[in-house]
Each structure stands twice: as structure tokens, then as C-alpha cells.
């Protein structure tokens, strides 16, 4: 890059909400350049749980079901257990409802009441290479 070259806007790290930001931008048809330290994705957690409120603007962009997709198992539990250690037996059991029954319990009520994205989880490697592959993707379609 010269000392001439200009962009709109110079988003700093790629990591989950830079790369959201870009692909926001890209969405709304905002020029921008995207600059990061590492070649790769991130090998430590970074968004490996996203609100509901991001589930919001992840489906506003179009996102939403492939952010879904990277994620656990849409059927399985989101139980929480604690332990004194891994290998420990179970001292206490909160249960709770899989994404998909969360997603089924919402759809059924006043969508006024509560927002259609519960939360989601994932592992931070899943999150950062999907975040790429859609920007990647969506900036084609641009």
C-alpha cells in the first residue's frame, strides 16, 4: 500500500466482531479494508458464544443459519453441570432446553415477547475460519 491509497473506513483485527463489521459494511455498501496481525484464525477463544442479540444482526445480514451450522448440534441439551474437577462426579445438574427446542418454544409464543435467536455456541476455530469464509463469500456476491 502506497501513501496515496485511501479507504472509507480501516477496520483494526479480524477477529469475530471486526469480521462482522466488515461484512456490515460490505452489506450496507461501505468501501472498507480490513488489517490483522495473525495469517490465521485464532487458536484461543474469541466469539465462541453469541448473544441473542448478535443471532439478531448475524440474521440481518443473512447470516444467521450458517453461523447456526458451525455450532454444536442443534438438538443437543445446553445442560450445565458443575464439578469440582472434569473427571469428578456431578455435584449439581441445571437443565436445559437444546437451541432447536428454544427455537420451537419461541415460535409458538407472541413474537413480541422474545427474540427469535437464542443463544449459540461454538468453538472459537469454527467461529473465526465461518466468519471468513462468509465475508469471502458475501463480498463476491457484492
Known amino acids: 500500500m ?6 472509507p473506513v480501516l477496520i483494526v483485527g ?19 479494508m480490513l488489517v490483522n496481525t495473525g495469517d490465521t ?7 465462541s458464544t453469541h448473544n441473542c442479540r448478535s443471532m ?17 448440534p442443534q438438538e443437543d441439551d445446553t445442560a450445565v453441570s458443575y ?14 432446553p437444546s437451541p432447536a427446542e428454544k ?3 419461541m415460535a409458538e ?9 437464542p443463544i449459540h ?4 476455530c469454527m467461529s473465526s475460519r465461518c466468519c471468513m469464509s462468509m465475508q469471502k463469500h458475501f463480498l463476491k456476491s457484492i
Not at 18 to 29: E, S, T
Not at 83 to 96: D, G, K, Q, V
Not at 121 to 124: E, N, P, Q, V
Open 2 to 7: 502506497t501513501t496515496s491509497d485511501t479507504t
Open 14 to 32: 479480524g477477529g469475530p466482531v471486526g469480521l462482522v463489521l466488515a461484512i456490515d459494511l460490505a452489506w450496507r455498501g461501505v468501501p472498507c
Open 41 to 47: 484464525t485464532a487458536r484461543h477463544p474469541q466469539g
Open 56 to 72: 439478531e444482526h448475524y440474521r440481518r445480514l443473512g447470516i444467521g443459519n450458517q453461523v447456526r451450522n458451525t455450532g454444536l
Open 83 to 96: 464439578l469440582t474437577r472434569f473427571t469428578a462426579p456431578e455435584l449439581s445438574r441445571i437443565h436445559m
Open 103 to 105: 427455537r420451537r418454544q
Open 109 to 117: 409464543r407472541d413474537p413480541s415477547l422474545l427474540t427469535p435467536e
Open 121 to 124: 455456541r461454538r468453538l472459537s
